[in-house]
């Protein structure tokens, strides 16, 4: 397996081993770290995180065990920079098909770094631009 992008709901139940993580999605984002590749975070992954920790959805201390899992190097966890590779990206997800801006911010670091995106979501399994696992 290569290296993965991973959306934000992913990395959480990723971390948690949480059930709720399909099957191939688990097997893709274990084979990545267990090869010694990395599963990129997209930037804007945290931000929602945090904003989901200011409307009391999710607690501050799985904000931080996650922050700690991405910054621990031990980890494959790497932050994937909403950078301009990433904003020229953007340019391919088409608004029609994915409305949320995060979520397109999300598509378009996959294709920017031109790598698989695990994820749940439909509207963005909906893309024919770039590989989505669940």
């Known amino acids: 397996m290569s ?14 081993n949480s059930p709720r993580l399909s099957l191939a999605a688990g097997v893709a984002l274990e084979q990545a770290q267990n090869s010694g590749e990395l599963i990129y975070i997209p930037s804007i992954a945290i931000v929602e995180l945090r904003y989901l920790v200011e409307k009391r959805t999710f607690s501050e201390v799985e904000y931080q065990t996650i922050l700690g899992a991405i910054t621990n190097p031990a980890t494959a966890l790497i932050i994937a920079p909403l950078d301009l590779s990433v904003a020229q990206a953007l340019g391919q997800i088409p608004r029609d098909v994915v409305r949320d801006m995060p979520d397109r911010i999300i598509a378009a670091t996959a294709h920017a770094l031109g790598l698989p995106l695990v994820t749940r979501d439909t509207e963005l399994r909906k893309l024919t631009n770039i590989t989505t696992v669940w």
Do not use: G, K, P, S
């Open 3 to 16: 290296a993965i992008v991973a959306d934000t709901h992913a990395l959480v139940w990723f971390l948690n």
